[in-house]
């Protein structure tokens, strides 16, 4: 198992630019999320999805859109990129609620 | 306005001997507390939990002390290693709407010096 795989590692985007960052995972599970951690702070949930084509806002939605048309993949879009999204992102999944948590190895975005 | 704090970012702490990483948090509708452990430019890995429920749950070198009351847990690592050194975060959920939520604190830092 590979488990939560995240692509790609690192990237510079300019600002207004727009790109996916890519996540998959290969545990069948059903609930998918997106965090966002900057510096000296905790992770903080963007967005999550309980399913195929069920997703919903997290604490910092804003900026970012999500879909899920399978299991495994769940890809969070940036439209117009702004510095204030620099942070490293990760993509965890989970068999359920109340679960832990698989997280993939992050994203570290730079918006310049 | 945070609700879970980890108010000590850094710990330093001899090889062999305990190290004790603490958590507070403000919302007593969370019923089921978690820690992650953190290595530079890897994803958090999960380390234990403990539900709402329990007062302490152990796994080998690791427990955690959960207090209600005061709204405080803890996490004991004996003998510390240092291969424990890493970022430690503390994460809390809770049931109802917010259940998908993990609430992260900042993190405490561990060094367990050889």
């Known amino acids: 198992n590979a488990g939560v795989t995240q692509t790609p590692k690192f990237r510079i985007l300019k600002i207004g630019q727009s790109m996916t960052l890519q996540c998959a995972q290969d545990?069948?599970?059903?609930?998918m999320y997106w965090y966002r951690q900057d510096p000296g702070m905790g992770l903080k949930l963007i967005y999550y999805?309980?399913?195929?084509?069920?997703?919903d806002k997290g604490e910092v939605p804003n900026g970012y859109n999500v879909s899920r048309s399978t299991t495994e993949d769940f890809p969070l879009r940036l439209e117009l990129a702004a510095p204030s999204q620099t942070s490293v992102y990760f993509c965890?999944?989970?068999?359920?609620?109340?679960?832990?948590?698989?997280f993939g190895p992050g994203t570290r975005l730079t918006v310049l | 306005d945070q609700q879970v704090k980890q108010n000590s970012p850094s710990l330093s702490v001899q090889e062999g001997r305990i190290s004790i990483l603490n958590c507070d948090y403000t919302?007593?509708?969370?019923?089921?507390f978690l820690w992650y452990k953190k290595y530079p430019a890897e994803g958090p890995t999960f380390l234990i939990s403990i539900s709402s429920i329990k007062d302490k749950n152990e796994d080998g070198r690791f427990t955690v002390f959960l207090n209600k009351s005061a709204k405080h847990l803890s996490l004991h690592i004996v003998p510390s290693q240092p291969g424990d050194s890493a970022v430690y975060f503390c994460a809390a959920i809770g049931p109802g709407a917010g259940s998908y939520q993990l609430t992260f604190g900042k993190g405490t830092k561990l060094s367990v010096i050889p």
């Open positions: 999805s309980v399913g195929a084509g069920i997703t």
């Open positions: 965890a999944s989970s068999y359920g609620t109340g679960n832990e948590q698989f």
């Open positions: 919302n007593s509708m969370f019923d089921y």
């Open positions: 545990m069948n599970h059903n609930y």
